[in-house]
DNA sequence: CTTATATTTCGGTCATCAACGAAATGAAAT
DNA sequence: ATTTCATTTCGTTGATGACCGAAATATAAG
């Protein structure tokens, strides 16, 4: 019995959404994203399995990284339209413009295996 | 400074949901709602402050009674976006189904002063 | 094969939230 | 004015969730 979630409940927390607002950006590894938020790499890792399990993201795996990026074709309709109009649903913050600067220049080579 | 809510925590309990698709049939008072939703009368008032804080409900005191209903004109765009398509949000479940026939049939008159 | 790095899983802590009953408030009826 | 009923506010409890560090896993490099 596959209990119906509530695709509400993944996007009620801010740092789900400051994640999916920087996969906007680009494709991102763990430690990436942890360098953003400033998280342990466990949680941004719990983080984005729940993403995942809603069908906003897609992992990729590359040799010793993890990249995570934006599903361009969810299964559930839900899930395109809050993707197509995240700014929409989201506002956009101070926070968010922040983490858009540090997504655009962050490196793996530098921030991971710190 | 106030905090922007997240809209999307607000609509992650289930029971505000259905509370929302109840008003959707008609305006009810807060023992008609804890009627069917089994919930303790304090409770639902704790939900529908929340609801109505966030734009979703208006309250219309009606003597001893307070009416909850729809707010037709949210200020929040995102609020008539959901309440719109209230339907495509949530999907239609056997738990709705049935609240939905308790709504049409409940009695302030009976329920309420148990 | 061993080491190193990236990530996930696990166990635990702390904060948040839904729920309750009791007490307080609001509004009518007697 | 007092009683009655609907609702809200308050204080508490139990469940859920975000977070962390440590241990386990996966992959690449030496």
Redesign the pocket.
């Given at each position: 019995m596959t209990e119906s979630t509530n695709i509400f409940?993944a996007l009620?927390?801010?740092?789900?959404l400051r994640i999916l607002k920087m996969l906007q950006i680009k494709p991102l590894?763990?430690?990436?994203i942890?360098d953003v938020l400033?998280?342990?790499?466990?949680?941004?890792?719990?983080?984005?399995?729940?993403l995942k399990k809603e069908g906003f993201i897609l992992?990729d795996?590359?040799?010793?990284?993890?990249?995570?990026l934006i599903n361009q074709r969810p299964g559930d309709q839900r899930v395109s339209a809050i993707m197509s109009q995240l700014d929409f649903w989201l506002g956009d913050s101070q926070l968010i413009e922040s983490d858009k600067q540090k997504v655009k220049v962050v490196d793996?080579?530098k921030v991971?295996?710190?």
């Open positions: 409940k009620s927390d801010k740092n789900r590894c763990v430690c990436e942890t400033q998280l342990a790499a466990s949680t941004v890792s719990q983080h984005l399995s729940i992992e795996r590359d040799g010793k990284w993890v990249n995570y793996r080579f991971c295996g710190i």
